[in-house]
């Protein structure tokens, strides 16, 4: 079993109200092989929101900082540990994200100066998935 990044599956969780839907994601939903989750949803913030980015502070923590300079690290870390909760229930053992998101982002992330710049790095929920064992899939590795 798979989860997916909501936003994949055509569902309007974005943080602008819009979707990336993707349509071989599509097609695992159909087949009930995956299920959506959308782990900003799950923490609590709404559609739309002020986008947010992962910053470092001076002691190399990271948190998440939105455009209008507000902490939503505990939303973000809410939403983490409901998507892996999930992810235990379902014994999803790989997940699909959406790539760059501060929660679904694997392996690049924006930067946090909200310039479109990408960093190394995972999202917050990535960060927990794979901590529990839980493989990474991009979408560009589905057949
Ligand atoms: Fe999509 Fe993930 Fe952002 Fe939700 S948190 S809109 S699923 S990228």
Known sequence: MYIVSSCLAGINCRYDGGNNLNEKVIKLVKEGKAIPVCPEMLGGLKIP?????IVKNEDGKRK???????DVTTEFI???????????ILEAD???MKKNSPSCGYGKI?????????????????ELLIENGVEIIT???LA
């Open 110 to 126: 924006y930067d946090g100066t909200f310039s479109n710049s990408l960093v190394e790095g995972n999202g917050i929920t990535i």
């Open 78 to 88: 809410k939403g983490a540990m409901k998507t892996v909760a999930i992810a235990k």
């Open 64 to 70: 998440v900082i939105n455009k209008n300079g507000e």
């Open 94 to 96: 790989k997940a699909v």
């Open 49 to 53: 929101r002020v986008p947010a980015e």
């Open 139 to 141: 979408v560009d590795d």
